[in-house]
Structure formats: structure tokens, C-alpha cells
């Protein structure tokens, strides 16, 4: 079910803009773009307020992130678990992050690392932007879409990207407040490790699937 766009005052959409040359926001900032956000695009964005330290923390300490060589970020909002990657992978590692509203793409820019590429685009074309800038499989990639209000073929198209864009024994993570993510992924990556961080707003359910050697039935039809 898809969630009720509610008109926001132009006044302060106008207050959320940021410019590329500008530092990274502070917090109080932080909630108000996503509060307008939210309330502007509830399709598009998952969250009223940014992932907790908790959750971003959780998310860059994870294994498969400290031992990536390339590591994919699709919906990263205003970049808090961006910064945190980008702060436990290797020197040499390289993260490319995929943003569909030009607002968050905005803030994104005021990260700087070089180890950091951002697009602004939609996850279903996530095959084609790594070929644009040749990350060849994909170690991990990690999700905040909220694939509970999306699209059901849509959803399944992402999901099916992701399984294709990583290398055998590559990592999917998703965070989610429902579990919609996890039946679209169970036909092609089997069932996941869970796990639940209660300390976000909203709290949040964490999946991780190892994708397999063998490949599995895929969970989008040719018809």
C-alpha cells in the first residue's frame, strides 16, 4: 500500500537545500530535511529521521564490509551509514552510492573521499552503473529502500539486480522496518541471517544473505 503524499509549504522545502561546497550537516539539520522529506516524497524515503548510530555502526562493523574490495550503497539518504562505510573499509576499497532524490545527492556531495562515487539514479539500473564505472561483481551491497511501499515487479527487479551485480559468496544487507525484502530474496539468496536493532527510529530488522555457488531459480519471470 502506497503511503499518502501530504502537500509541504514551499517555504520549507526551500530550507532544506545544501549546497556541494558545504560541510556535512549537523544533526538538528539532518532531521529537519528528512521530517520535509518524508512528508514531500513517502514513497521514496524509508525513515522520518537518519540511521541511528547504533544502526550505521552495526552496518560498517559487519565482516564482509572491513574485507570488501567494492561495496555498493543503494538508497543512502543524507550518507550517515555512507560515512561509517567509508570509515571501516580499506584504503583501497571503493563504494558506489545510488540516490534517487536529488536533495539527499546533495548532501552526499559534502562527503569527501575519494573512494566515494555517487549517482544519482534509481537501483533498478544499478547493473548499468557499475558497468559505467567498471566495479566489475560487487562484494556487498547494502540496502535502505523501503521495498514495503514499493512496487511489487519493481521491488523484484532490485532484488534480482543485486543478486546479478554480486560475485558468488558476495553479501546482500538490507534494513527494513517489515519484512517484504525477505520474501522477494528468499527465492533467489535463501533464507538470511537476521538480526534486530531496536535503538532507530523507527526500529529496524537487518537482514544479510550470502549469495550462492549454485545458482538459484531467478525471482523475476521473462513473461
Not at 517489515?178 to 537487518?206: I, M, Q, S, Y
Request: hydrophobic residues 40%; aromatic residues 8%; glycine residues 6%.
Amino acid at each position: 500500500m502506497r503511503r499518502q503524499n501530504f502537500p509541504v509549504p514551499k517555504l520549507l522545502c526551500n530550507t532544506i537545500t545544501v549546497s556541494a561546497t558545504s560541510k556535512y550537516p549537523n544533526l538538528l539539520t539532518r532531521l529537519w530535511r528528512y521530517a520535509v522529506l518524508f512528508l514531500r516524497r513517502p514513497d521514496d524515503i524509508a525513515f522520518l529521521a537518519p540511521s541511528s548510530r547504533f544502526l550505521t555502526r552495526k552496518l560498517a562493523g559487519l565482516p564482509c564490509v572491513k574485507e570488501a574490495n567494492t561495496i555498493v550503497e543503494l538508497g543512502p539518504g543524507d550518507g550517515g551509514i555512507t560515512r561509517d562505510l567509508l570509515d571501516e573499509m580499506q584504503s583501497g576499497a571503493r563504494l558506489l552510492a545510488i540516490e534517487l532524490l536529488a536533495d539527499m545527492v546533495e548532501v552526499l556531495h559534502s562527503i569527501r573521499d575519494k573512494r566515494l562515487i555517487i549517482e544519482h539514479d534509481d537501483a533498478s539500473e544499478l547493473a548499468q552503473l557499475i558497468d559505467r564505472h567498471g566495479l566489475g561483481t560487487v562484494d556487498v551491497i547494502v540496502s535502505g529502500i523501503p521495498f514495503s511501499v514499493l512496487d511489487e515487479q519493481r521491488a523484484a527487479v532490485i532484488v534480482e539486480a543485486v543478486f546479478q551485480s554480486l560475485r558468488p559468496g558476495g553479501t546482500f544487507v538490507a534494513y527494513q522496518v517489515r519484512d517484504e525484502v525477505n520474501g522477494l530474496a528468499l527465492g533467489r539468496f535463501g533464507k538470511p541471517e537476521t538480526a534486530f536493532v531496536p535503538w532507530n527510529l523507527p526500529p529496524v530488522h537487518l537482514y544479510q544473505w550470502r549469495k550462492p555457488q549454485k545458482p538459484m531459480s531467478p525471482c523475476v519471470s521473462d513473461t
